[in-house]
């Protein structure tokens, strides 16, 4: 068949990927370049989501997880295996017990061929391990081990692997408006395929309604993250003071990754880090290290917006599951997660192939 992506994410990428695989011919339009938005913003971790156990999302965090392992194993040049450190405090919000369980499942869901099983260290060694860390009130830390990744340069890794598969890839050609039934305008004007999948992210509720078709609810939430310099060369997972969410601080590219925040986002609002996000997360980081750092210490700054499945007040209780959801010839991708961008992908692949 003759197809029409509109996005050039990750999740974009992975599908037009997919479906050449499977046999048809790809065509990928991106409005600006590829891998520029959301999935060049991302935490950088290839992860199953410790977290989301505790949401119950048992299918998502077993599938993520052996999706981690695929892109570790395919592209061992842009991705490694990252320790992690869970401190746990005399004030910590999850107790000690209940870490143990999640991180028991965690690794029994990355199965037999895991990257490495997590352990208890004493306060000592885990000031060993990350020296800045606070000591008072420490009664030790899990390590655990998920991947990290260099997003925007894996998923140009995955641009390459679509034009070796015959997809034709074309930047700064924005989609201006679909059918249903699979015409697609363009700036040179109308085109038409066998089906169109819009995998436009955040924009492709917006796509929708500026082709005067149904939308279906998403929740935007902006994350931001900062940059830092370097303090250790494990990752920490944090539990933010007060609250069930938590924050990454990682190595990253020689520097410290910190990040991230949670910010209901407008699409026509700049997507930037806002001063408040700034403090929030140096207030967290503060909680946690010394020397204290204040904003004078921030090498740099970036934001991308969250496309989750909507209608959760709560935006780190929102599912990162996807959903497919069929008008006609055309398939409107949504939600999903960096880790399992070729998941996503496999099922897009399945749905247009039953859709014959
Ligand atoms: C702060 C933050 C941290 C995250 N951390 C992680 C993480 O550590 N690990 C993980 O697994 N996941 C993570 N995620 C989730 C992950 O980044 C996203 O789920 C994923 O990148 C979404 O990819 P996408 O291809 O759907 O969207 P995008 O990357 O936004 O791609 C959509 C593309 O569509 C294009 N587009 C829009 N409208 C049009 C149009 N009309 N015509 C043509 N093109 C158009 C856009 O320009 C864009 O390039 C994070 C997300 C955020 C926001």
Avoid at 67 to 72: A, I
Avoid at 126 to 138: E, I, N, V
Avoid at 241 to 268: C, K, M, S, W
């Amino acid at each position: 068949m003759k197809l029409a992506i509109v996005g050039g994410g990750i999740n974009g990428l992975s599908s037009a990927w997919q479906l050449a695989l499977a046999g048809h011919q790809v065509s990928l339009f991106e409005r600006d370049k590829l891998m520029a938005a959301t999935s060049s913003a991302s935490s950088k971790l290839l992860h199953g989501g410790l977290r989301y156990l505790e949401q119950g999302e048992f299918r998502l965090v077993r599938e993520a997880l052996q999706e981690r392992r695929w892109w570790l194993k395919k592209a061992p040049q842009l991705t490694r295996r990252l320790p992690i450190l869970y401190p746990i405090y005399a004030d910590s919000h999850r107790a000690r017990w209940q870490l143990k369980v999640g991180l028991w499942l965690y690794d029994a869901f990355a199965g037999r061929r895991g990257i490495g099983r997590h352990r208890w260290l004493t306060p000592q060694q885990t000031l060993r391990c990350s020296p800045q860390l606070k000591a008072d009130g420490l009664t030790g830390a899990y390590l655990f081990f998920d991947g990290q990744m260099d997003d925007q340069k894996l998923g140009l890794w995955m641009a390459a692997q679509c034009t070796k598969a015959g997809v034709q890839l074309y930047e700064n050609q924005p989609v201006l408006q679909l059918t249903a039934d699979g015409w697609v305008l363009l700036a040179s004007g109308w085109q038409q395929f066998d089906r169109v999948i819009n995998v436009a992210g955040p924009w492709s509720q917006q796509l929708l309604q500026q082709s005067g078709l149904p939308e279906q609810p998403l929740d935007l939430v902006r994350g931001s993250h900062l940059l830092l310099p370097p303090i250790s060369r494990y990752g920490h997972m944090l539990e933010v003071p007060g609250e069930a969410r938590i924050v990454f601080v990682l190595p990253y590219q020689g520097n410290t990754l910190l990040g991230t925040t949670e910010v209901r986002q407008q699409l026509a609002e700049p997507i930037q880090c806002s001063a408040a996000e700034r403090d929030y997360l140096l207030t967290v980081y503060n909680h946690y290290f010394r020397p204290a750092v204040d904003s004078s210490k921030v090498l740099a700054d970036f934001a991308g917006v969250r496309p989750l499945l909507g209608g959760t007040a709560n935006a780190s209780q929102a599912s990162r599951e996807y959903q497919l959801n069929w008008q006609g010839q055309l398939l409107t991708v949504s939600g999903g997660k960096w880790t399992t961008a070729r998941a996503l992908a496999k099922q897009v692949s399945r749905s247009v192939a039953a859709s014959q």
